[in-house]
């Protein structure tokens, strides 16, 4: 079993920032592919960006790209989203996700991802 504990929401100003942290337990983070989606209310849940095992490929939705990043510190257990230039389109619940299989590819779909953080708001103000 896997908890991931999200942190670091909030409200910011658009053009602003901040960062995302999800904290991991157990002794085998360095084996899951992470990620992180959003969730809107009334909208479906969507793919934001996720980062191999070793943090060497990462992947973005296109709305985010240039302007978040995903990173990961194996040592700490912790997966980081740092998003610049927020917009408030951006505002939405923020999900960790992991995906302990053992697949080769990163995934870019919901399903994919078998344990889910509890979530984190954030809330861009225009």
């Known amino acids: 079993q896997v908890q991931l504990v999200e942190s670091g929401g909030g409200l910011v100003q658009a053009g602003g920032s901040l960062r995302l942290s999800c904290a991991a337990s157990g002794r085998t983070f360095s084996s899951y592919h992470m990620g992180w989606f959003r969730q809107a209310p009334g909208k479906e849940r969507k793919f934001v960006a996720a980062?191999?095992?070793?943090?060497?490929?990462?992947y973005y939705a296109d709305s985010v790209k240039g302007r978040f990043t995903i990173s990961r510190d194996n040592a700490k257990n912790t997966v980081y989203l740092q998003m610049n230039s927020l917009k408030p389109e951006d505002t939405a619940v923020y999900y960790c996700?992991?995906?302990?299989?053992?697949?080769?590819?990163?995934?870019?779909?919901?399903?994919?991802?078998?344990?889910w953080g509890q979530g984190t708001q954030v809330t861009v103000s225009s």
């Open positions: 980062i191999s095992r070793s943090g060497s490929s990462t």
């Open positions: 996700v992991a995906d302990p299989t053992h697949r080769l590819s990163v995934g870019l779909n919901w399903y994919e991802y078998d344990y």
